[in-house]
Nanobody
């Protein structure tokens, strides 16, 4: 069964940066598209970014130009570099399948952007 563990969140001031990590297991990782999702209080979970097995990326409009998704197949890990963070980026960030979120949701990692 696929399994994801997120880390790297924290409290950051507006304009700051964070790098999230997603450790994945239970699949042929190099062929697996992974997505970063987020859920803010009172809102639905949304896809923020995705990277396919061959490195093709997708970003939501809110993430374009500020976030960068990358992967290290040797470490079965996907990263989300987040720059120029805004208060509206505050949410719990999760990773899961990039096209179909077919794995169990992990605990996520909290990102709080506040002065």
């Amino acid at each position: 069964q696929v399994h994801f563990v997120e880390s790297g969140g924290g409290l950051v001031q507006p304009g700051g940066s964070l790098r999230l990590s997603c450790a994945a297991s239970g699949m042929t990782f190099s062929r697996y598209a992974v997505g970063w999702y987020r859920q803010a209080p009172g809102k639905q979970r949304e896809l923020v970014a995705r990277i396919s097995g061959d490195g093709i990326t997708y970003y939501s409009d809110s993430a374009k130009g500020r976030f960068t998704v990358s992967r290290d197949n040797a470490k079965n890990t996907v990263y989300l570099q987040m720059n120029s963070l805004k208060p509206e980026d505050t949410a719990v960030y999760y990773c899961n399948g990039g096209y179909v979120a077919n794995g169990p949701w992990g605990q996520g990692t909290q990102v709080t952007v506040s002065s």
